[in-house]
């Protein structure tokens, strides 16, 4: 069994720039979005925010795709 001690996660409140920064960092396609008290809210992929931007920009506050890197994580969840 493999088992990693203090992963990397976000929260549902950190944004989707900071996120890609650290799929990038730590070459990572899937990230755990926890809450409060570490419980598990979703796995955030690097598929899934490609298809958010590409199919839904106008979703995101404002027309500007640039604009969808600053939506909250949670914002992304909740449109799968």
């Known amino acids: 069994t493999l088992v990693t001690f203090n992963p990397v996660t976000v929260g549902p409140n950190d944004t989707l720039a900071h996120v890609l920064r650290l799929m990038d960092e730590y ?3 899937h990230v755990p979005v926890v809450g409060e008290d570490f419980q598990l809210l979703g796995i955030l992929t690097d598929t899934v925010i490609s298809r958010y931007m590409t199919e839904e ?3 995101a506050e404002g027309s500007d795709v640039d ?9 992304v969840l909740m449109t799968r």
């Open 27 to 29: 070459e990572m396609h």
């Open 57 to 59: 920009p106008s979703s």
């Open 67 to 75: 604009d969808a890197y600053g939506l909250p994580v949670a914002g």
